[in-house]
């Protein structure tokens, strides 16, 4: 069974260096859903550290990560130091079963207008799994609202790190309509006076917003 992946490469090397990246891999054999110098990502969350980001969808995991390995032309990310190189798989076409359909996807929500979307991406550890989830009572009602779903969620740490470290257990990438949509959904008081509180002493998150190349997403 084909299990699309996201590659998502993330650096402190030099702009110029990361323009040569994207130039080299171009056709790097999956679709490109974002490409962002690090003046042009979003932190929403305080402590939240914009990097020069690729992502790029691959057919399967095994793809994703021979292209990282095989075709991927890197050598320019290497300094100061190496990138981080994560493969995360998409959330399903078909969404998740029907036990977890309360989580907004692309086969249960609507995707807005056609045209290139907002995307956050999320990472970090919660310690309190309850207050996690009455969070998530909150926020996910008010994506579906904002027509947003996730690409990817990954709530267990299911991540392959190809290249730099990362330890993190939740990963998500949201995917939203426009840029307004995902400001409106961060601004709401319901989320900054009822959800944000439930997390803030039992983890710590990084939340960046940067704008994908294509509506495929």
């Known amino acids: 069974m084909a299990d699309p992946t996201y590659l998502i490469v993330r650096t402190t090397a030099p702009a110029a260096a990361f323009k ?19 003046h042009e990502i979003v932190a929403l969350e305080p402590g939240s550290q914009p990097l020069h980001t690729w992502i790029a969808l691959f057919p399967s995991m095994e793809e994703a990560k021979r292209a990282w390995a ?18 995360a798989r998409a959330v399903p076409a078909e969404g ?3 036990t977890m359909d309360f989580v907004p ?16 991406l999320i990472e970090g550890s919660a310690s309190d799994q309850g207050r ?4 998530r009572d909150i926020i996910l009602p008010m ?3 904002h027509r947003s779903y996730y690409i990817v969620f990954e709530l267990g740490g299911n991540v392959e790190v190809l290249s730099g470290d990362w ?10 309509p426009t840029r307004e949509a995902a400001l409106g959904f961060w601004h709401d008081p319901t989320y900054q006076d009822e959800a944000i509180p439930l997390r803030l002493d039992i983890g710590k998150f990084s939340v960046l917003m940067m704008t994908g190349e294509c509506d495929d997403v």
Do not use: H
Not at 25 to 36: D, E, F, K, L
Not at 105 to 120: A, E, I, K, V, Y
Not at 168 to 176: G, H, K, L, P, V
């Open 20 to 38: 040569r990246f994207l130039a080299a891999n171009n056709a790097c054999g999956g679709v490109i859903s974002a490409a962002s110098l690090m």
């Open 70 to 87: 095989d075709r991927i032309v890197a050598g320019d990310l290497e300094k100061p130091c190496p990138p981080l190189a994560l493969a």
């Open 96 to 98: 998740f079963p029907s």
């Open 105 to 120: 996807t692309r086969r249960n929500t609507d995707p807005g207008p056609t045209q290139p979307p907002t995307l956050l």
């Open 132 to 135: 996690m989830d009455k969070y």
């Open 143 to 145: 994506m579906k609202a």
């Open 167 to 176: 330890s993190e257990a939740i990963f998500a990438i949201s995917r939203w």
